[in-house]
């Protein structure tokens, strides 16, 4: 059984664990109920870590570059499995058997502990944190083991839960974390917990806002396949308060193993810090706009100059056609935090909801404090691009199409380089950043060019891209490890291909 208290103050360890492999202990059937003595408080703060460590790690990574933002250089090979859609069944193993034994195994056994002492302030932090970690591991693989898992050796091959049957548990278990008595004695949070909140500190009112927030995206996620249930639970919350701030893990510092987990395992753990380059489709339409997070989201090319993009899955072009010293640089910080929410998407979320007629809100507003709140994450100032006349003016007088695709823009570009896992779901379940008429790329690997016609802000096919009918991934596929352990894995789940779309995705 894992050691708690050592993962608590070695978090390192965590991140450094995940982007080199797994060992044989992680098993997602680990009863959290009985393990070695530890405090909630710290197994909290293990499992927050550990939900960090990937949704901001190897899973933003897969998303970013699905999303777009950056694409793998043609002078290295690391990610070329991502990038030309070669997803296999022992990718991403590690990632979701931490999920599981690490991060979910954590996060229960903290809400178990805090039910037990009526501790409910505790109890929604954890419950808030795991339903995070549930919804992100259903949106990646659809079916999961959900209401059999961590069950210990009483289950030992857990069935599976349909996506849908998954959200509906999550709503439940939020509202009735929500309907708890925080005024209670027994709610009251000792200096302790407070000390352990790396997200709040404590703030019950945000970790409230927090669960309302998730609320909303639950509901948003089935706004295409079940129009009538994401309207109504949207308007139950009509009087809910939601973020008005970051969700975050704030904590990183310039240091080995203690950085943040994409540039840990991006730049620092590795011998080539040059992976990822600028993608020309959100390059491009940073340029085309006179964006200036343009050189906030991309660096200098190695020959120190301003640098040029590639196109999306450009890794086999050779380079004498372009030289990969000339090529833009993705940028990575290593204290960047990793974000549960941003308050840019909080705007955003809610300003489709109000385009879409589902609240009172005023969209424009909400769409303008979205993009103002991504350009001052960078330390830049959008208002004039909002400004009447400006480039990402609202299209007020537009039908919801036009309206949503202008909210779902922003929202993508908004989430470069900190939320890719986010930004790629809200592609399959919108479709925006559309799919370009115009490639990127003119001609071959070996003779050709950038294409100037191709202004970005839409996707290109990868040009290494592997599925049938240039079909663009839409999942990862169900790990061999638990294959081989679960007897009650679908037969139709591991038929699925990474192109099979999610149970939400229907528009």
């Known amino acids: 059984m894992k050691n708690y ?24 059937n680990t009863d959290p109920n009985n393990p070695s003595d530890a405090s909630m408080e710290l197994v909290f703060t293990a499992g927050v870590m550990e939900v960090a460590a990937n949704v901001g790690g190897y899973y933003n990574l897969l998303g970013g570059m ?7 250089s043609n002078s290295a090979n690391q990610y070329k499995y991502i990038d030309g859609y070669i997803i296999e069944a022992t990718d991403f193993q590690s990632n979701y ?10 996060l229960k056994y903290a809400r178990v502990k805090a039910e037990a002492s009526e501790n409910w302030s505790f109890n929604l932090m954890a419950t808030v944190m795991e339903v995070y970690a549930w919804q992100v591991m259903a949106d990646i693989y659809d079916e999961i083991p959900f209401q059999e898992a961590l069950s210990g050796t009483s289950v030992p091959s857990p069935k599976y839960d349909k996506g849908s049957v998954v959200y509906d548990s999550l709503i439940k278990r939020l509202d009735v974390a929500l309907s708890k008595n925080f005024d209670a004695v027994s709610s009251v949070l000792t200096k302790a917990q407070i000390n352990q909140d790396q997200v709040f500190a404590g703030d019950i009112s945000k970790w409230k806002q927090f669960a309302n927030t998730l609320k909303l995206k639950l509901y948003l ?30 904590i990183f510092i310039n240091e080995k193993d203690k950085d943040n987990p994409l540039f840990s395992s991006d730049r620092t753990n590795l011998n080539v810090a040059t992976n990822l380059r600028a993608s020309a489709t959100l390059y491009n339409y940073l340029e085309t706009k006179n964006d200036p997070r343009l050189t906030k989201c991309f660096d200098n090319a190695p020959n120190g100059t301003k640098g040029t993009p590639m196109p999306q899955g450009g890794f086999d072009i050779i380079s004498t056609v372009i030289p990969p010293t000339t090529i833009s640089v993705f940028h990575l910080e290593p204290t960047t935090p990793v974000y549960f929410f941003s308050l840019a ?52 007088s537009g039908d919801f199409e036009a ?50 016609l191709f202004t970005g802000g ?7 891209g592997t599925t049938p009918g240039k079909k663009f991934p839409k999942r990862l596929l169900v790990p061999m490890s638990e294959r081989n352990a679960n007897s009650n894995v679908p037969a139709d789940l591991k038929a699925k291909g990474i192109t099979d779309k999610i149970w939400w995705d229907t528009k």
């Open 5 to 28: 208290l050592i993962k608590i103050f070695l978090i390192g360890f965590i991140i450094t664990f995940l982007t080199t492999g797994c060992s044989d202990w992680l098993d997602i």
């Open 66 to 72: 699905w999303s777009q933002y950056y694409t793998q």
């Open 97 to 106: 058997r931490e999920m599981y034994a690490g991060a979910l195994n954590d």
């Open 221 to 250: 996620r089935q706004m295409y396949v079940n129009p009538s249930k994401a309207q109504a639970g949207i308007v139950s919350l009509k009087d809910a308060e939601f973020l008005n701030e970051d969700a975050k893990l704030d």
């Open 345 to 396: 998407e909080v705007k955003f979320m809610l300003a489709e909801v109000a385009a879409k007629g589902w609240s009172t809100d005023n969209a424009k507003s909400l769409y303008d404090e979205g993009v103002n709140a991504a350009f001052s994450r960078l330390g830049e100032d959008g208002s004039s691009f909002v400004a009447s006349g400006g480039v990402y003016e609202y299209p007020a």
């Open 403 to 452: 309206q949503q695709k202008a909210i779902i823009t922003q929202k993508w570009v908004s989430m470069a380089g900190i939320q890719g896992l986010e930004a790629f779901l809200e592609n399959s379940r919108t479709h925006y950043p559309a799919i370009s008429a115009i490639s990127a790329w003119n001609g071959t690997s070996s003779n050709g060019s950038l294409n100037p």
């Open 458 to 464: 839409e996707f290109t096919y990868s040009l290494a």
